[in-house]
T-cell receptor, first 113, second 112 residues
Framework: EPEVTQTPSHQVTQMGQEVILRCVPI?????FYWYRQILGQKVEFLVSFYNNEISEKSEIFDDQFSVERPDGSNFTLKIRSTKLEDSAMYFC???????????FGSGTQLSVL | GENVEQHPSTLSVQEGDSAVIKCTYS??????FPWYKQELGKGPQLIIDIRSNVGEKKDQRIAVTLNKTAKHFSLHITETQPEDSAVYFC???????????FGAGTRLTVKP
């Protein structure tokens, strides 16, 4: 069964450092998403991406965040200058149709020290 | 924006019993309601979804019901098995809107 893959599974970084979280969506999917889940809290929408541009973003997705599809397979989330409160599990997801039947990856646990 | 509330936060049942998880949503325009199962160390996996033009949908031991008037929807798992133990999330969104809002999750434990 096709799956969304995310790397790394764990990332530890110092406050103020830049991090890039990587995702390989399912190959025939057209819509890509990043969500995050702070320990014990809800899964929160960050951003959606379609046709090489952001289609929607939440209030969490400020200027410190950016997304990119650098080639035909990868989808990345960059946090420019990490803060302690960025510590969370970050999930990538993809879908064939907009916002329907999302397939999630296993997540990257980001710890900002 | 949409706000989704989910209850209970934890649920423990005996193997073979039924489990029911309930969610309410705030935006009457929402028309797509998926349910996700998250096992330890994994991402959420879609188990069933329903659109607002349907009141009920079943898939083997899993069913979802939707009450648009009351703005609530529920997940029903019958004949529970230990492998059903996981965290279950409901979500709601407008069908062509990419901002899906999740509930806080229900940790289901099925005791053998």
């Amino acid at each position: 069964e096709p799956e969304v893959t995310q790397t790394p599974s764990h990332q530890v970084t110092q406050m103020g450092q830049e991090v890039i979280l990587r995702c390989v969506p399912i190959s025939n999917h057209l819509y890509f998403y990043w969500y995050r889940q702070i320990l014990g809290q809800k899964v929160e929408f960050l951003v959606s991406f379609y046709n090489n541009e952001i289609s929607e973003k939440s209030e969490i997705f400020d200027d410190q965040f950016s997304v990119e599809r650098p080639d035909g397979s990868n989808f990345t989330l960059k946090i420019r200058s990490t803060k302690l409160e960025d510590s969370a599990m970050y999930f990538c997801a993809s879908s064939v149709l907009t916002n329907e039947k999302l397939f999630f990856g296993s997540g990257t646990q980001l710890s900002v020290l | 924006g949409e706000n989704v509330e989910q209850h209970p936060s934890t649920l423990s049942v005996q193997e073979g019993d039924s489990a029911v998880i309930k969610c309410t949503y705030s935006d009457s325009a929402s028309n797509y309601f998926p349910w996700y199962k998250q096992e330890l160390g994994k991402g959420p996996q879609l188990i069933i979804d329903i659109r607002s033009n349907v009141g009920e949908k079943k898939d083997q031991r899993i069913a979802v019901t939707l009450n648009k008037t009351a703005k609530h929807f529920s997940l029903h798992i019958t004949e529970t098995q230990p492998e059903d133990s996981a965290v279950y999330f409901c979500a709601a969104s407008l069908f062509n809107n990419n901002d899906m809002r999740f509930g806080a999750g229900t940790r289901l434990t099925v005791k053998p």
